[in-house]
T-cell receptor, first 113, second 110 residues
């Protein structure tokens, strides 16, 4: 069964550094998402992306965050200057039509020290 | 703003017992999802509920949706240890956004 794949599985970075989290959505999917989950807490929506532009974003997704689909397969989340509170599990998800269900990747655990 | 609340947040139960997890949400929505998450792992889609009165069953799990009451339930029948995980409900919000509940951490003891 096709999967959403995310790399790296774990990233440790120092506060103030830039990080790029990478995702390869399922190949025929058109809608892409980033969610995050702070340890032990609920999953929170960050951003959705369709047709090479952001379609929705939450309050969490401020100017420090950006997304990009640099080629036909990758979907990236960049955090420009990481803060301690950015430490979380970041999940990429995709869907073919914008409808259910969302297929989630295994996540990237980001630790900011 | 859509709020999604689950209860209980933590559930410890014996194998063989039945229990129900509740998911309440604050505004009208036409889609509700249940996900399972094992520790350190991704979110596995369990059920998608698309209409009032929808009921879906898979093994020992059964999910239902009452859109008028803004309530979904996840019923566990004759629990087994393998069901130990965290269960999230998520409600479809405007556009393509999902709003998740806080999760219910289920521990099934032998």
């Amino acid at each position: 069964e096709p999967e959403v794949t995310q790399t790296p599985s774990h990233q440790v970075t120092q506060m103030g550094q830039e990080v790029i989290l990478r995702c390869v959505p399922i190949s025929n999917h058109l809608y892409f998402y980033w969610y995050r989950q702070i340890l032990g807490q609920k999953v929170e929506f960050l951003v959705s992306f369709y047709n090479n532009e952001i379609s929705e974003k939450s309050e969490i997704f401020d100017d420090q965050f950006s997304v990009e689909r640099p080629d036909g397969s990758n979907f990236t989340l960049k955090i420009r200057s990481t803060k301690l509170e950015d430490s979380a599990m970041y999940f990429c998800a995709s869907t073919s039509s914008g409808g259910p269900p969302l297929h989630f990747g295994n996540g990237t655990r980001l630790t900011v020290t | 703003e859509l709020k999604v609340e689950q209860n209980p947040l933590f559930l410890s139960m014996q194998e063989g017992k039945n229990y129900t997890i509740y998911c309440n949400y604050s505004t009208t929505s036409d889609r509700l999802y249940w996900y399972r998450q094992d520790p350190g792992k991704s979110l596995e889609s369990l059920f998608v509920l698309l209409s009032n009165g929808a009921v879906k069953q898979e093994g020992r799990l059964m999910a239902s949706l009452d859109t008028k009451a803004r309530l979904s339930t996840l019923h566990i029948t004759a629990a087994v240890h393998d069901l130990s995980a965290t269960y999230f409900c998520a409600v479809h919000n405007a556009g393509n956004m999902l709003t998740f509940g806080g999760g219910t951490r289920l521990m099934v003891k032998p």
